[in-house]
Structure formats: structure tokens, C-alpha cells
């Protein structure tokens, strides 16, 4: 079993900047995949980001040149760094693990972001 806890969220201008945080229970370097994702209302979960056990990175077209996946091994921590915000990723972001053929999820931090 794996435990994520979420922080970071908040409100912002548009234009601004967030850093989420994912804190996990074990030891991320035995994770195959850390991965953000991101619900609005109305709307279904999507992926935002994902990094691998190896550092590989991916990204949602909609975030790219803007957001940034990253991990400390050492902490246990993924992180997602936003810049450049805009109202459209206002959303409850999601921290998620997948290891040996089971997904965990955190309980998800919300960004606002206003126009």
C-alpha cells in the first residue's frame, strides 16, 4: 500500500505560478510511475504529467513549456512546477503511483486559477 498526500494548491492570477508537492509512504525509487492528474468540474481526470522510475518524462499538450514534473528519490517527493497559469487549469490535481500492477491515489489538492 502506498500513501500520497498533496500540497501546494491554492489561488492565483493568471500568468502566476504553483508548486505542487506529493508526499509518498514509500520509497518513490521503487515506483514505476509517479504521475500528476487533474479533474475540473464537469470534466474526467486527465493526465497532466508522469515520470518513471528511470526519469523519463511526458506531458499533456496543454501543459507543455509551462509545467514540469520532477522527483527526490532521497524525500520521497514529486513535485509539479506551473508556470504560466491560466483559468482553464483551475482543477483538484491528483497525485498518483502505479507499482507492481496497482495505482494509488492521493486525495488531491485544489488550483484556482482567476482571470
Known amino acids: 500500500q502506498v500513501q500520497l498526500v498533496e500540497s501546494g494548491g491554492g489561488l492565483v492570477a493568471a500568468g502566476g505560478s504553483l508548486r505542487l508537492s506529493c508526499v509518498a509512504s514509500e520509497g518513490i525509487f521503487r515506483i514505476d510511475v509517479m504521475s500528476w492528474y487533474r479533474q475540473a468540474p464537469g470534466k474526467q481526470r486527465e493526465l497532466v504529467a508522469a515520470?518513471?522510475?528511470?526519469?523519463?518524462?511526458t506531458s499533456a499538450d496543454s501543459v507543455k513549456g509551462r509545467f514540469t514534473i520532477s522527483r527526490d528519490n532521497d524525500k520521497n517527493m514529486v513535485y509539479l512546477q506551473m508556470n504560466s497559469l491560466k483559468p482553464d487549469d483551475t482543477a483538484v490535481y491528483y497525485c498518483?503511483?502505479?507499482?507492481?500492477?496497482?495505482?494509488?491515489w492521493g486525495q488531491g489538492t485544489q488550483v484556482t486559477v482567476s482571470s
Open positions: 515520470i518513471t522510475r528511470g526519469g523519463s518524462t
Open positions: 498518483n503511483a502505479a507499482w507492481a500492477g496497482r495505482t494509488f
